[in-house]
Each structure stands twice: as structure tokens, then as C-alpha cells.
Nanobody, 124 residues
Framework: QVQLVESGGGSVQAGGSLRLSCAASGDTYRRRCMGWFRQAPGKEREGVATISIGGGSTYYADSVKGRFTISQDNAKNTVYLQMNSLKPEDTAMYYC?????????????????WGQGTQVTVSS
């Protein structure tokens, strides 16, 4: 099993920045791909960004390209999501997730391990 704990959420004004962290523990060798997802009230959970552990290849949703950056620190078993130029539409609960395979998808259903989430609120 892999346990994931997110941190770094909060409230910011539009144009501001936040950095989310996701610390993994347990069978960390299982996390071949890590991803950040978000879910706004009344909407489906969507993939924001993914990263292949060790290899470093990344994926970004079109809505966050150029504003968000996913990165990893394997020594700390931690993945980050740097969010810049935040917009009110970025407001959501953000979740970290991991899967046992190299990244091939950004669909939430394909990720096996999930954190509890951290709230991000962007005001206009």
C-alpha cells in the first residue's frame, strides 16, 4: 500500500501562487506515476498534471499549461505542484494520486492510491 498526504492548499487572490506537496509513504516503490487531480463542487474530478517517477516525463491539462508545474524529489518521496497565475476557476479540492504503472493516462479511475485532498480557493 501507498499512503499519500497532501499539504500546501489555502486561499489566495487571483494572480497569486501556491505550491502543493504530496508526501508518499509505505510501499513507495509502487508509485510509478504520480498525479494531481482536482474536483470543484458539482463537477467531476479531473486530471491536472502527472509525472513519471524517476523518468520525469510530464502531462498537463490544457487549462493549466504554462501556469502549473509538477516536479518530484525522490529522496523525499514527494511530488509538488507549483501553481502560478491562479484563477478563480482553479478553485477546487486538489488530490494527489499514484498508480503502479508508468504514466499512460490522466483518468482518475486508473489511479489506485489517493490522498485526502487539500483545498485551494482563489478569489477574484
Amino acid at each position: 500500500q501507498v499512503q499519500l498526504v497532501e499539504s500546501g492548499g489555502g486561499s489566495v487572490q487571483a494572480g497569486g501562487s501556491l505550491r502543493l506537496s504530496c508526501a508518499a509513504s509505505g510501499d513507495t516503490y509502487r508509485r510509478r506515476c504520480m498525479g494531481w487531480f482536482r474536483q470543484a463542487p458539482g463537477k467531476e474530478r479531473e486530471g491536472v498534471a502527472t509525472i513519471s517517477i524517476g523518468g520525469g516525463s510530464t502531462y498537463y491539462a490544457d487549462s493549466v499549461k504554462g501556469r502549473f508545474t509538477i516536479s518530484q524529489d525522490n529522496a523525499k518521496n514527494t511530488v509538488y505542484l507549483q501553481m502560478n497565475s491562479l484563477k478563480p476557476e482553479d478553485t477546487a479540492m486538489y488530490y494527489c494520486a499514484a498508480m503502479d504503472y508508468l504514466c499512460y493516462t490522466s483518468l482518475p479511475a486508473d489511479f489506485r492510491y489517493w490522498g485526502q485532498g487539500t483545498q485551494v480557493t482563489v478569489s477574484s
